[in-house]
């Protein structure tokens, strides 16, 4: 499970690199320094990537509570995968 510290200290790499939290949700850190929450997931079999919002404006509980608001969406339960 990702901490509020190390989102803070994610520093930029030659390539990018994910950060992953839990259940499908990722920092990615681009090498320019910008770090992105995303949400990965599969959805009748096929693998989806949302966008939940830059770092910092976007912090880690926020970002944990955005990824929640897909599974309402979802009308069939069973299709819905991490």
């Known amino acids: 499970m990702l901490s509020a510290t190390a989102v803070a200290h994610a520093r930029p790499q030659a390539l990018q690199y994910k950060l992953w ?12 320094g910008a770090r992105y929450w995303r949400f990965s997931y599969r959805f009748a079999g096929k ?11 976007t912090g880690l509980a926020m970002a944990r509570d955005k990824r929640e608001a897909p599974c309402v969406r979802c009308t069939r339960r069973s299709e819905f995968a991490f």
Not at 21 to 32: A, I, Q, S, T
């Open 21 to 32: 939290d839990e259940r499908g949700l990722y920092l990615l850190v681009m090498p320019n």
């Open 47 to 57: 693998r989806k990537t949302i966008s939940l919002g830059v770092y910092p404006d």
